[in-house]
């Protein structure tokens, strides 16, 4: 009687995608230009992130607010700004690295915004 009531809770999660550790959104990175040798190493929190590929990335995130930021000069980090992610929605964050510092623009779904800079 256990092991198929363990089956049926494992059957459970496995069909319904429950998610374990809380809610969860993503965050669509693009980088404009797309391809260029020299951008700064970008920064989710404190979570270094691999060098954006063809000028998009997308993460999955905890629901919440979190801040994006750049690799400044030696060590330091410069804040871009500040993302809103909310459950099961993808915020899509352009930054432009024309610019000095670089800038954010975000856009999600939901009604309100999705960055504060």
Do not use: H, W
């Not at 319904?16 to 230009?33: A, F, H, K, M, S």
């Not at 993460?59 to 809103?84: F, H, N």
Request: charged share 20%.
């Amino acid at each position: 009687m256990r092991i198929a009531g363990m089956g049926a809770v494992v059957g459970c999660l496995a069909l319904t995608g429950c998610n374990l550790q809380g809610d969860t959104g993503y965050v669509e990175i693009r980088t404009v230009p797309a391809a260029s040798q020299r951008l700064p190493s970008l920064f989710l929190d404190s979570q270094k992130l691999e060098p954006v590929r063809k000028g998009v990335a997308v993460l999955k995130q905890r629901a919440g607010t979190t801040q994006l930021s750049a690799e400044g000069s030696g060590r330091s980090q410069v804040v871009l700004c500040e993302i809103v992610v909310r459950k099961n929605r993808i915020t899509t964050v352009t930054v432009s690295m024309l610019e000095r510092p670089p800038r954010c623009q975000c856009r999600n779904s939901a009604a309100k915004g999705a960055c504060v800079s």
